[in-house]
């Protein structure tokens, strides 16, 4: 099956997110926004999450890569939508692309839509793409004092994940260090230590997802 792609257009405009908020509101949908650096390891949670949720509901993915379309041809080996998105350069996804991908999905069939952000914490962070929540993927290899350094990201997240958490050992990482600096920022923030490898902590990540996912279908 040949792979959608679509080139972001960088025009933006701050009303369209709210625009897609409309629209997938309407359509019963909720979009989740999921963020963090290159090989914080994005793909494999969602792909923990879609073998998680696909029993209960049904899940598409947009890709966001600045080229290439292997993570989305791994998505669609799942036998999950899938729509790539290639910025050509920019760090970030804007609402204006996810305004021009929707119509290539069919929201009617469809009650997820996880949308893998260019890998980046920095620019992801300062865009609102009319997603229902976000999350931050931080996994253990890139050290415990990112809070610090890229502050934005992590206040703005809904949940946090600590992922590679089986890689704790083998790393001077400290996750109350994170959890800590986390809090600073965002009182609020949910964090959750994950291994997608050996699935330790997935349970209670996929718990608070769902309960996010029915609060926005209307379902809690």
């Excluded at 350094?149 to 109350?176: E, I, R, W």
Aim: negative net charge; glycine residues 8%; contains cysteine.
């Amino acid at each position: 099956m040949e792979i959608k792609v679509v080139k972001q257009v960088m025009e933006w405009n701050e009303d369209v997110s709210q625009a897609v908020k409309d629209l997938l509101a309407q359509k019963q949908v909720c979009l989740v926004n999921v963020m963090g650096s290159p090989g914080a390891g994005k793909t494999n949670l969602i792909m923990g999450l879609i073998r998680a949720l696909s029993p209960r509901y049904r899940v598409g993915v947009i890709e966001g890569d600045i080229a290439g379309q292997i993570d989305a041809e791994t998505m669609q080996g799942m036998g999950v939508p899938c729509v790539q998105l290639q910025t050509q350069g920019a760090c970030h996804i804007e609402a204006m692309s996810i305004q021009n991908i929707l119509p290539l999905f069919s929201l009617d069939d469809l009650d997820v839509i996880f949308v893998e952000n260019i890998g980046n914490l920095v620019c992801p962070a300062e865009f609102n793409i009319g997603e229902d929540f976000r999350v931050a993927v931080l996994s253990i290899p890139e050290g415990d004092d990112k809070v610090e350094k890229y502050p934005l990201m992590f206040a703005t997240c809904d949940g946090l994940v600590l992922h590679k958490y089986d890689m704790l050992p083998y790393f001077d990482f400290d996750p109350q260090r994170v959890t800590d600096n986390a809090k600073g920022v965002n009182p609020n923030v949910r964090v959750f230590p994950v291994s997608s490898r050996t699935g330790e902590g997935m349970e209670p990540f996929v718990a608070w997802l769902t309960g996010k996912v029915e609060e926005k279908l209307g379902k809690a």
